[in-house]
């Protein structure tokens, strides 16, 4: 899976990593962490880590936005609205 980071902060770029299984060791514990907390804890640890614990709230409480981290990561292409075909048929 390649995965362009040119348009992704550090949060967003680790959070598809973990989502997909590509994070070991002590950023895959962190990941494991944040998604575990609860609202006390997530906020001691956004004082450490401010942008992946910004990307997971996203994550969960942001409608669209992972689809777009994906779509800017180039993993995901939207699908294109259908047109109306004009075939004559009224009916």
């Known amino acids: 899976m390649q995965i362009n980071t040119e348009n992704l902060n550090t949060g967003e770029a680790e959070l598809i990593h973990w989502q997909y299984g590509g994070l070991s060791g002590f950023k895959k514990i962190r990941w ?3 998604a575990c907390a609860d609202l006390g804890h997530l906020n001691l640890l956004a004082q450490a880590f401010p942008e ?3 990307a997971y709230r996203n994550y969960g409480h942001t409608p ?4 777009g981290v994906l779509e800017r990561a180039g993993l995901y292409t939207p699908p294109t609205p259908k047109k109306e075909s004009d075939d004559g048929d009224e009916g």
Not at 64 to 67: E, I, N, R
Request: hydrophobic share 40%; glycine share 10%.
């Open 32 to 34: 494991d962490a944040i």
């Open 52 to 54: 992946q614990v910004q």
């Open 64 to 67: 669209g936005y992972w689809p």
